[in-house]
C-alpha cells in the first residue's frame, strides 16, 4: 500500500465546477505539500501546510493531522486548472524525506 | 527573485557522453534537490544538499554525480547514461531541508 494515497486519479469537470482533490496518508508528517504540474513538467509549489486551512486566491488546502487527510479545493474552475495535482509529505522522524502520491490529472473542459 | 532556473531546457546525449545539468537560485535558500521524474509518474528524489553538504543519496547509481560549488549553485554530472535514464530531471530548493520545496522548470533529457 503507498503511504500517499491521492483520489481521484483522474478528473474531467466543466468549467466552473468546484473541485475536490484528496489526499490519505500514513505515515507521521511535519508538513504536506500540495504541487501542480503542467504538462511539459514545470512544477509550481501551491502549498505547504502543517495544521488547519490556507487559501491563495481560488485554491483552498486544508489538513486534518489527527485524520492523516488532506483536501484541494479549487472554486470557479477553469480550463487553465487543468493540469496534474500531487499531493507530497514530509515524513516526520525519517530525515524529512519527501514521499509523493502518484497525482491527480485534472482536465477542464471549457 | 523566487525562482529556480534549470539549464539546458532539453538534452540529448549517448550513453558514452559526460555532460552536465545546472541548477541555480538567488533565493539564499541552503537546501537543493535533485528529483527524476519519468513520464505519468512523481517526481523521485535523487539526491539533497543541505548548507552545501551532500545530505540524502537516495541509492543513486555512481553514473549521476551531484556537486554542489556554492550555495546558489546545484550540477549533476551525467557519465555512460543507460536510455532508461530518459526522464525530466527536476531541481528544487527550500529555505531549510524539509521547508517548502520550489521547482525548476526541469530538464528534459534523452539518452540514446
Known amino acids: 500500500k503507498n503511504e500517499v494515497e491521492q483520489s481521484p486519479q483522474n478528473l474531467t469537470a466543466q468549467e466552473g465546477e468546484f473541485i475536490t482533490i484528496n489526499c490519505s496518508y500514513s505515515v507521521g508528517i511535519s508538513a504536506l505539500h500540495w504541487l501542480q504540474q503542467h504538462p511539459g513538467g514545470g512544477i509550481v509549489s501551491l502549498f505547504m501546510?502543517?495544521?488547519g486551512k490556507k487559501k491563495h486566491g481560488r485554491l483552498i488546502a486544508t489538513i486534518n493531522i489527527q485524520e492523516k487527510h488532506s483536501s484541494l479545493h479549487i472554486t470557479a474552475s477553469h480550463p487553465r486548472d487543468s493540469a496534474v495535482y500531487i499531493c507530497?509529505?514530509?515524513?516526520?522522524?525519517?530525515?524529512?524525506?519527501?514521499?509523493f502520491g502518484k497525482g491527480t490529472r485534472l482536465h477542464i473542459l471549457p | 527573485d523566487t525562482e529556480v532556473t534549470q539549464t539546458p531546457k532539453h538534452l540529448v546525449m549517448g550513453m558514452t557522453n559526460k555532460k552536465s545539468l545546472k541548477c541555480e537560485q538567488h533565493m539564499g535558500h541552503r537546501a537543493m534537490y535533485w528529483y527524476k521524474q519519468k513520464a505519468k509518474k512523481p517526481p523521485e528524489l535523487m539526491f539533497v544538499y543541505s548548507y552545501e553538504k551532500l545530505s540524502i543519496n537516495e541509492s543513486v547509481p555512481s553514473r549521476f554525480s551531484p556537486e554542489c560549488p556554492n550555495s546558489s549553485l546545484l550540477n549533476l554530472h551525467l557519465h555512460a547514461l543507460q536510455p532508461e535514464d530518459s526522464a525530466l530531471y527536476l531541481c528544487?530548493?527550500?529555505?531549510?531541508?524539509?521547508?517548502?520545496?520550489?521547482f525548476g522548470p526541469g530538464t528534459r533529457l534523452t539518452v540514446l
Open positions: 528544487a530548493s527550500s529555505q531549510e531541508e524539509g521547508s517548502r520545496q520550489y
Open positions: 507530497a509529505v514530509v515524513a516526520a522522524n525519517r530525515d524529512d524525506k519527501i514521499i
Open positions: 501546510l502543517s495544521s
